[in-house]
């Protein structure tokens, strides 16, 4: 028999409290629309009937809009046990949400339902970036993700980034942070680079590829780094670059060059024509062991130039291995004045082999033709002379001579000196040698 009910009614809220017998039952509900949209219903008896349910219980869900904000909130508590929600959305400048959750109940955790879960998320979208953003923490565990894409005239960029502390995904192999970087980019007049940069924990890679044109020039950079385990033990090294570029602007120039692992190794070739001076260089360098063992030396060049026309020229020759001059040459033709001259310089790169060095000297027009010979070797030396009048005549007299003269490096006289002349007429022969020693 209820011994008392009593029922009270009010705009938004209702509460109803009967005794039957000592126990006791107490319902309120409460609902309102402003400023927010709430209800919360309560529960408290003492009936053994309602054993099953908590004889306290409360439950509360409220929402709240405004200025382009959404939020809700539920709550359920039950004894001892509290369950908390909380959902909020934002759309000003981009979409961004989050969520938190939180219980204390064991009943619901023996259900391997984590105690709380907190995560939140950004969303941008425009014709020229689009941006997203995701974390979550579930319990002591963690995940954050990000994404950016950006493009405008000049660049293509997108970023992905994620790092995170959950077990499983250790298990199947991704490193606790992550993330990716490719970026393309248009520089105009046919310039161009390209971008790639990937990071797994500790283990990195790099790509980077630029081409550049500019007026009589073209530059193409090649770049590779990388700190990946596989990627060592298949010998790749950990850095590399390659480069190319071709000119034209004070002639034909092509540079090669090139890094693997700290190794260096370069070619450089350049052509200059013009209408009188030609000219070629070729240098190479390199820091490689294995080429030195074979033989290579660590830098050599050459370089040859001719000025001048065919008829009066003047070239030059060199050649330069490991910053020691090796051979040296010039050759010098005048047409005009019958006069040719020949230089020769030879240094060879191992230092127990003598040294040479040579000049040639020689009037071919006219009627005094003469020539000179000049050889020098480290510890001797040769020079002859000679010279023929009346060449190319008609009667008349012809008179040689000739100078022969060997000189050793340690005497201040020749070692050996002999001389000839000749005269020839049209009835006699007259000659004459003499030598020293």
């Not at 949400?97 to 204390?104: C, I, M, Q």
């Not at 579930?138 to 992905?160: C, G, Y």
């Amino acid at each position: 028999m209820v011994q008392s009910l009593w029922t009270q009614v009010e705009p938004g809220r209702t509460s109803i409290d009967s005794d039957l017998e000592g126990k006791k039952v107490l319902l309120r509900l409460h609902a309102q629309a402003r400023p927010e949209l709430s209800l919360e219903c309560e529960l408290s008896h003492s009936l053994p009937t309602l054993q099953i349910l908590p004889q306290h219980s409360r439950v509360k869900l409220t929402a709240r809009t405004g200025n382009q904000r959404y939020e809700t909130e539920a709550l359920v508590q039950m004894e001892g046990c509290t369950v908390r929600g909380r959902g909020l959305v934002e759309s000003q400048r981009g979409l961004r949400g989050s969520l938190v959750y939180r219980n204390n109940c064991s009943v619901i955790q023996e259900w391997a339902i984590p105690d709380s879960v907190t995560s939140s998320g950004f969303l941008a979208v425009s014709s020229a970036l689009a941006e997203s953003q995701v974390s979550v923490a579930i319990d002591d565990t963690e995940m954050q993700t990000s994404v950016v894409l950006r493009r405008n005239k000049e660049i293509n960029e997108a970023w992905f980034n994620v790092s995170h502390s959950v077990p499983l995904l250790r298990k199947v192999g991704l490193p606790a942070q992550a993330g990716i970087r490719v970026n393309s980019a248009n520089h105009g007049n046919g310039s161009y680079s390209y971008l790639f940069n990937g990071t797994a924990g500790s283990q990195k890679i790099y790509k980077e590829i630029s081409v550049t044109k500019i007026p009589e020039t073209f530059r193409l950079k090649s770049r590779f780094k990388h700190t990946v385990n596989y990627l060592k033990k298949m010998g790749i090294p950990a850095n590399n670059s390659v480069q190319v570029e071709l000119g034209s602007a004070e002639g034909k120039t092509l540079t090669l060059q090139s890094e693997f692992g700290g190794q260096q190794a370069g070619v450089r070739l350049k052509l200059k024509c013009l209408q009188v001076n030609k000219e070629m260089r070729g240098t190479m360098w390199h820091s490689w062991p294995w080429l030195r063992h074979r033989g290579l030396p660590h830098s050599a060049e050459v370089t040859c130039a001719v000025q001048g026309m065919l008829a009066q020229f003047q070239s030059q020759a060199q050649v330069a291995v490991d910053g020691r001059s090796l051979l040296v040459s010039g050759l010098n033709v005048s047409a005009p004045d019958g006069r040719l001259s020949l230089l020769l310089s030879v240094s060879p790169s191992n230092q127990t082999q003598p040294s040479l060095a040579t000049t040639w000297v020689a009037q071919i027009k006219g009627p005094l033709r003469s020539a000179s010979a000049d050889v020098h070797c480290h510890d001797w030396r040769v020079r002859m002379m000679g010279d023929i009048q009346g060449w190319g005549a008609y009667g008349g007299s012809k008179e040689a001579r000739l100078t022969f003269k060997h000189t050793l490096h340690s005497h201040a006289s020749p070692a050996l000196q002999v001389e000839a002349w000749g005269r020839l007429t049209d009835t006699q022969l007259r000659c004459s040698v003499a030598s020293e020693p």
